[in-house]
Structure formats: structure tokens, C-alpha cells
């Protein structure tokens, strides 16, 4: 079983950035698909980007600003946002799966025990 630890969330200005980290172990993230999503109270959770290493792909609303890299030397994915609004404001979540020819599907879901515990960002206006 993978374990997943999200740090780096934190309270910023309109405009800002955040660097969020999501350290993986238990596997390779080399044979992982992962990515992020985030919440917010009363809301369904939503995808933010994913990515294989090789492959990346962002959600509409986040393309331009957030960037997704995956690290193998330091199995860690990041979320580098930029030009943060309090529309980005949320619960940020990492999470896995095997990698599989899926991982470039938009349809792609982790499945419940593949998340973190989520991090926190607040953007203030």
C-alpha cells in the first residue's frame, strides 16, 4: 500500500502561489499514476491535473497558472499554483494508482484508500 503525505498548503493573498508536495511511499512513483484534486466545503470534490511523469494533463480552470511535476529521484508529486484566487481556495488532495493506460483517461478516479489526508489553502481577497 502506497502512503501519500501532502505538506505545503497555507493561507495567501489574491495573486500569490503555493507550493504544495506530496511525498509517496511504499512504491516507485514510476509506476504510478498521480494526481491532485481539491474541495470545498459543500461541494464535490474536483480534478485539478494528473500526471505519469510523462504525460500531464489540468484541469480547464487551472491550465496556464498551476504546473504538476513528479520527481522519481524524490517520489513526490508537486502542485506549483500560481496567480492564486479565492476561487482556488480548498482542501488539496493527492492521490495514486497503479499506473495503467487509463491514467490518461479524463475519466480517471483514484479509488477511496488511494488518497492523502489533504492540505489546506486559504486565498484571501
Known amino acids: 500500500q502506497v502512503q501519500l503525505e501532502e505538506s505545503g498548503g497555507g493561507s495567501v493573498q489574491a495573486g500569490g502561489s503555493l507550493r504544495l508536495s506530496c511525498a509517496a511511499s511504499?512504491?516507485?512513483?514510476?509506476?504510478?499514476?498521480m494526481g491532485w484534486f481539491r474541495q470545498v466545503p459543500g461541494k464535490e470534490r474536483e480534478r485539478v491535473g494528473r500526471t505519469d511523469g510523462d504525460k500531464t494533463y489540468y484541469a480547464d480552470s487551472v491550465k496556464g497558472r498551476f504546473t504538476i511535476s513528479l520527481d522519481h529521484a524524490k517520489n513526490t508529486l508537486t502542485l506549483q499554483m500560481n496567480g492564486l484566487s479565492a476561487e482556488d481556495s480548498g482542501m488539496y488532495y493527492c492521490?495514486?494508482?497503479?499506473?495503467?493506460?487509463?491514467?490518461?483517461?479524463?475519466?480517471?478516479?483514484?479509488?477511496?484508500?488511494?488518497w492523502g489526508q489533504g492540505t489546506q489553502v486559504t486565498v484571501s481577497s
Open positions: 511504499g512504491a516507485s512513483t514510476r509506476t504510478l499514476c
Open positions: 492521490a495514486y494508482e497503479v499506473w495503467t493506460y487509463n491514467c490518461y483517461a479524463v475519466s480517471w478516479w483514484p479509488r477511496p484508500n488511494n
